[in-house]
């Protein structure tokens, strides 16, 4: 016989089952755990998730996801405002700073360019990048673009773009594998992919 949960926790295993390193098995176990613990593990949840659904939103200055806008990165006065690393996606960006090594502020492009995808140029943060680039206050732009093919494709098409911009432009270390993405990556690899970047040829 098939016993079936009710909707309302099935509805929860299915919402829970979609999120990124949760399949439906893990689903379901993390659920009952909600539900045998609800005044340490259920409640405290949902509050978190109102207070974040309340008062999420996307930085205007570097794309980053926050509770404030600007974000807390973009208005920390101790950060060096001279060197500016672009990253793909707002999880590189906590993946980079998660190693805390990184001094400086962030532009999240939003993407990266896919002919497959449909992705272009215009369909990136690619402008206002430049317009921060061109404000004269940035001397070091940080290319930290994921080691796959179009992340290189677009790494390339940046360096181009920001040749004539009075700025150096670098990218990371081999201490990102081929093929990986930041967000996969220890503290330990980005760390030696930051100490060891190097200036970009076009």
Same mark, same amino acid.
């Given at each position: 016989m098939?016993i079936?949960? #009710?909707?309302?926790?099935?509805?929860?295993?299915q919402?829970?089952s979609r999120?990124?390193?949760?399949?439906?098995?893990s689903?379901?176990?993390? &659920?009952?755990?909600?539900?045998?613990?609800?005044?340490?593990?259920?409640?405290?949840l949902?509050a =978190?998730?109102q207070?974040?659904?309340?008062?999420? #939103? *996307?930085?205007?200055i570097?794309g980053?996801?926050?509770?404030?806008d600007?974000? @807390?990165?973009?208005?920390?006065h101790?950060?060096d405002? *001279?060197?500016?690393?672009?990253?793909?996606?707002? =999880?590189?960006?906590?993946?980079?700073?998660?190693?805390?090594?990184f001094a400086g502020r962030? @532009?999240?492009?939003?993407?990266?360019l896919s002919?497959?995808?449909?992705?272009?140029?215009?369909?990136?943060?690619?402008?206002p990048?430049?317009?921060r680039?061109?404000?004269? &206050?940035v001397?070091?732009?940080?290319?930290?673009?994921?080691?796959t093919?179009e992340?290189?494709?677009?790494? @390339?098409y940046? =360096?181009?773009?920001?040749?004539d911009?009075?700025?150096? &432009?670098?990218?990371?270390a @081999?201490?990102?594998? &081929?093929g990986?993405?930041?967000d996969y990556?220890?503290?330990?690899?980005?760390?030696?992919a930051?100490?060891?970047?190097?200036p970009?040829?076009t």
């Amino acid at each position: 016989m098939n016993i079936m949960s #009710s909707p309302e926790i099935e509805a929860l295993t299915q919402a829970l089952s979609r999120l990124p390193g949760l399949g439906p098995r893990s689903a379901r176990r993390a &659920v009952l755990h909600l539900l045998k613990r609800r005044e340490t593990a259920l409640k405290p949840l949902q509050a =978190a998730l109102q207070a974040v659904d309340l008062c999420m #939103s *996307t930085c205007s200055i570097c794309g980053n996801i926050d509770t404030s806008d600007p974000c @807390h990165i973009c208005t920390d006065h101790r950060r060096d405002e *001279t060197l500016l690393a672009v990253v793909e996606e707002v =999880a590189d960006l906590w993946a980079m700073d998660r190693a805390r090594l990184f001094a400086g502020r962030y @532009h999240v492009l939003g993407g990266r360019l896919s002919a497959l995808e449909g992705v272009g140029p215009d369909d990136l943060s690619v402008e206002p990048l430049l317009a921060r680039v061109r404000g004269g &206050v940035v001397s070091e732009v940080v290319l930290a673009m994921n080691a796959t093919m179009e992340g290189q494709t677009t790494l @390339h098409y940046l =360096a181009e773009r920001l040749q004539d911009a009075g700025v150096s &432009v670098t990218t990371l270390a @081999h201490g990102v594998p &081929v093929g990986g993405e930041l967000d996969y990556l220890d503290e330990g690899t980005i760390a030696q992919a930051l100490r060891a970047r190097r200036p970009l040829s076009t």
